[in-house]
């Protein structure tokens, strides 16, 4: 069975899995840089933790790859529908999940 981790990212709950690659907010860090999230549910195999202490004490860790820009977000109102509206992309942070196993903070 596989392995996985619920982390809180931004205000956001993202569901990762070792090497896998998530967007998230923007985070203050240079690509390469090593950030860890908080664990608020792990899964490993038939294991469910969700104990907030033992979560505490267990980090999700990864790298930082890049900074893009996200989806153009647009919501046009009935009047606007006609015309062309301007859009915004917000910034995100793409980073790639390395561990979940326990790590003391």
Do not use: W
Request: charged share 25%; net charge neutral; proline share 6%.
């Amino acid at each position: 069975m596989s392995m996985y981790a619920i982390v809180k990212a931004g205000g956001r709950q993202e569901k990762v899995t070792v090497g896998e690659t998530i967007t998230v907010d923007r985070i203050d860090a240079a690509a390469g840089a090593s950030v860890s999230f908080p664990a608020l549910l792990v899964v490993d195999g038939a294991s469910v933790t969700t104990d907030p202490k033992v979560l505490s004490s267990i980090k999700v860790t990864g790298e930082v790859i890049d900074e893009v820009k996200g989806s153009k977000d647009r919501h046009p109102s009935l009047q606007e529908q006609d015309r062309p509206s301007p859009s915004s992309r917000f910034p995100c942070t793409a980073h790639t999940s390395k561990d979940h196993r326990n790590q003391r903070c």
